[in-house]
Every structure is written in structure tokens, then in C-alpha cells.
């Protein structure tokens, strides 16, 4: 079979409409990478500017492409048509990913990578699937460094991974000492994704992985809080998330680009921000819960 690879350079706010079109129009694939081409596999994550890739049979590619995404868009949007033959396009997209450090302590591989963790490193071994969560992008680079200053083996904090996506942050806690995690989710994708990733790693016997409502149901608080989810749905979440971290204890939050962060912090009266990281255009705030 032929195929054919429609590239499209697409705004932050047509994505949405643009995915949802080259769906209805019957690709195979559709992929969403930054503008520099890094692959996005994060939770609602996206750029400010996107390359989407879909991949049509090219006996299949529909004649009005064109129309109906600039009818979604809005507005007319340049397409590429790329010819592909003799790929594994199941596979073909892991060959973007590789190894790589994060903070001081971890070391993030793909499965399908072998590249052993350099000495003094915990190695961190992961299988995205169908869910979110590869470690590249910056939102969860930004939560890993902060679990790997905040969650060691000396006090062993329980940690809560909300929204834990392929189980990269919960299973990063576990492996950095935490005494158990608790990873909610409400993807059924994600829970199998986290539930083989923990068994991979060997932690599952302290990774617990369930529905949102049903995982924190008599559970917590917790003493480390980690949410790598959009702003708006962080502010959203206020109420649970301050609930779910123990009084004196520390939340995290990322997936939130700089402009927003304002709006977050407000959105969290019980909490003292003590710090905000940033990298790219993303940032992480940092805080300990008062009240």
C-alpha cells in the first residue's frame, strides 16, 4: 500500500479543529510535534506554533482535503504532500526518541532504546503506547527534575502523580524513593499504559494506578503533589488538588505556559508559591500548602 504524509504548520488555537478534520477525513495517524519537529506526546500539551503529520492511504487521500481544514481552521493553510513507502509507520516514530538525563539523578530510556544509564543514575524505562508521556517535552522535564530534588530515599514521601498519563512521573517517584504513589488518570489508556510501565520498572508493588474518583476516594493527603495538566484545568482542579496535599506539604504544577502562570497561582488561595521553573515557554510553580 502507498501512502502519503500531509505536513501542516498549524496556531496553537486552530490545533484542536485541525486534528479533529484530518480524523474525519480518514488518516491513519496524526502526530503533533513543535515547530523544530520534537515529538508531543504530553497531556494537552502543544506549542505556540505545530507541525501536524497525518498519514493517509493515497488511495483514500480525500480530493477537498484542502477545503475542509481551511474550513476548520478558518482560515486557508499551506499543505505538504510527502510520499512514503516501505515504513512501519506502527514503529517509525519511535526512531525520534533516544536516551537522556534529567536532573541530577535520572535517566530516561524508551524501551526500545538500549543505552544503559551512565553510573550514579537511576534508570527510568518507559513505553508510551497510546498514552502521553515520553519524558521529552518541557512540561514533564520540568516535573521530573522537581521530583528528583524533592522525593528522596531518606524521608520516603508518599506521592501523588494526578493525571499520570504513560505513569513517567509516578513511576520516577517510586524509583527515587518514594515509600508509595498513587498515579489517577481518567484514560483508560493511560492507567494500562502506567500499570505495564510500573511492572517494567519494577515498582508496581508501590505504584498504585486507578480512575480519578475512584483512586482518591479514603486516600491522602499526600506529602508530594505532582500535576502536569493544562492551566486551565489546574485551576479548575484547585479545590482537589490543595485537598490531596498534606497541610505543610509541597505541590507541584506544570503544563502551563508563562502568560498563565499569574492565573494559577491565584486560582490556589491555600497555597504559598515558594518558586517558579521555566524552560522554553513553559513553566512549573512550586508550593507548600498553609491552610
Known amino acids: 500500500m502507498e501512502w502519503l504524509e500531509v505536513r501542516i504548520t498549524v496556531p496553537l488555537q ?20 513543535g515547530a523544530d519537529d520534537q515529538p508531543n506526546f504530553e497531556p494537552g500539551a ?23 481544514l481551511a474550513a476548520a481552521a478558518g482560515e486557508a493553510l499551506a499543505l505538504e504532500q510527502v510520499p512514503v513507502e516501505g515504513q512501519d509507520w506502527a514503529h517509525a516514530w519511535k526512531a525520534r526518541f533516544g536516551a537522556f538525563p534529567v536532573g541530577e539523578r535520572l535517566w530516561v530510556r524508551p524501551s526500545w532504546v538500549e543505552e544503559p544509564a551512565p553510573p550514579g543514575r537511576v534508570e527510568l524505562v518507559l513505553d508510551p503506547g ?11 522535564r520540568l516535573c521530573l527534575e522537581w521530583l528528583d530534588a524533592r522525593v528522596h530515599g531518606e524521608e520516603a514521601p508518599a506521592v501523588l502523580d494526578y493525571g499520570c498519563g504513560s505513569g513517567i512521573l509516578a513511576i520516577a517517584a517510586a ?49 508530594r503533589v505532582v500535576a502536569n495538566i493544562l492551566s486551565g484545568t489546574l485551576v479548575e482542579l484547585a479545590d482537589e488538588l490543595t485537598a490531596a496535599t498534606a497541610r505543610g506539604g509541597e505541590l507541584s504544577l506544570s503544563g ?3 502568560p498563565q502562570a499569574e492565573a494559577v497561582r491565584a486560582g490556589f488561595p491555600g497555597i504559598r508559591w515558594t518558586r517558579e521553573a521555566r524552560e522554553g515557554e513553559w513553566v512549573r510553580l512550586d508550593g507548600v500548602r498553609e491552610s
Do not use: C, Y
Request: net charge negative.
Open 14 to 33: 486552530q490545533l484542536d479543529a485541525v486534528e479533529e478534520a484530518l480524523a474525519a477525513a480518514g488518516a491513519a495517524s496524526v502526530t503533533v510535534a
Open 175 to 223: 524509583k527515587l524513593g518514594a515509600s508509595r504513589v498513587l498515579g489517577v488518570d481518567n484514560d483508560p489508556l493511560a492507567l494500562e499504559a502506567t500499570r505495564n510501565n510500573a511492572a517494567m520498572n519494577g515498582v508496581a508493588d508501590r505504584v498504585a494506578v486507578a480512575a480519578v474518583e475512584e483512586g482518591l476516594e479514603g486516600e491522602g493527603p499526600f506529602p
Open 130 to 140: 497510546m498514552a502521553f508521556g515520553t519524558g521529552q517535552h518541557e512540561t514533564t
Open 46 to 68: 502543544a506549542w505556540g506554533t505545530n507541525l501536524v503529520s497525518a498519514l493517509f492511504s493515497a488511495a483514500e487521500l480525500p480530493a477537498d482535503l484542502e477545503v475542509r
Open 256 to 258: 502551563i505556559l508563562a
